[in-house]
């Protein structure tokens, strides 16, 4: 039987008094563990090989229960366990990261959101293709590295956290930092400012800022901390560190919270705007949490060089709200806003509209 057909069957067998919402015990737990306590839902902690004592250190975030598994394939073995619990996963990146995009697709379990896009965004030339024909202006791309005229960013695919990504101003920069074995993509490197924009799209509420048959909202933005581009600065030029054997890097450490100047905001939402226009003209369309990350340049023009259609952990610092959420509502953080979607939708017998 086709997936989709079986969760959508899974998804009428269950109580729907008792959902409850299971996912990771990692990236964004604590602030969806929270958020779906506040909701009124049950918790479920999926814990692959991974310490939770620290949850006892943050009890109101604590899941009321933890599923142990030695691995992921483990998850897909025993997901009859977490049908038998009437679980909703919701995804995050390192969820869907540790697992792999071909398991968790297959995982046959209702989970929050539309699988499809797993397919458009683990790969960086289909984000490409969704974002540049949504009309969203992306850095330059450089197909061959001879073309190197500019400083650019050389990326691996699927690379975590922005591992071994590096710097090159030309073809033998290029050379020297290149490891052939593995699929990259050059980028034109883009100066200016970081902005992580955090997203959500709900296909069932009828009001606010009306997209396609539903509503697109912004809770929050914040910028990341990369080590050790974010210090290297303090110790001099980069060109001399290079003779030094210091090259940067972009491992992200954690998140800051920001804010934007209010005139950027109608074009903040244009872009989520077209991006969910695409979505839904390509595969369905993308439901609820999702960043664009953008880099905003003097002349104020916004540059996309990547989307996470998940909730993203630069959401973390809003756990009691935003300066924008609290537009919408007090202490709506992300987290919280999933459960918020899944119980409407509960209650309104809309679920199959969210989950897949
Ligand atoms: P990504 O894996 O695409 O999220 O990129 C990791 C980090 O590299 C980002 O958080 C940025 O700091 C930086 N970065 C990515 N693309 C660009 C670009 N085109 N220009 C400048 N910096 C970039």
Known sequence: MALRNKISEILDSYDKSKIAI????????????YGARREGFRTIG?????????????????????????????????ADELVDRNIIIIPHGSFVEYMGTEKFEKLPVPTFGNRAVL???????????????????????????????????????????????????????????????????????VLGTRYYLHYFYSPIKKDGYRVAEGSLELLSM??????????????????????????????????????????????????????INRSIELFGGMIGPFCLETIVTDKLEFKVFEISSRIVAGTNPFISGSPYSDLIEPELSTGRRISREIKIARDRGLLHKIVS
């Open 119 to 189: 397919q458009w965004e683990s790969d960086r030339e289909k984000q490409r293709e969704w974002l540049v024909s949504a009309g969203v202006e992306m850095p330059k791309k450089i197909s061959d590295a001879k073309e190197i005229d500019r400083p650019v960013l050389v990326k691996y695919h699927g690379a975590k956290g922005g591992r071994g990504f590096f710097i090159a101003k030309d073809y033998p920069d290029f050379k020297l930092g290149i490891d052939e074995s593995q699929p990259y993509t050059i980028q034109e490197y």
């Open 46 to 78: 999926l814990a692959v090989n991974q310490k939770t004592k620290f949850y006892d250190a943050f009890p109101l975030a604590k899941p009321d229960e933890f599923i142990r598994f030695e691995s992921y394939d483990e998850i897909l073995e025993r």
């Open 222 to 275: 914040d910028r990341r901390d990369e080590s050790n581009i974010d210090e290297m600065y303090k110790l001099g030029a980069q060109e001399e560190l290079k003779k030094l054997g210091l090259y940067p890097t972009f491992v992200v450490t954690g998140n800051v919270p920001v804010v934007i100047r209010e005139s950027l905001l109608p074009k903040i939402f244009d872009m989520g705007e077209r991006v």
């Open 22 to 33: 299971a996912t990771l015990c990692s990236h964004s737990s604590l602030q969806i563990f």
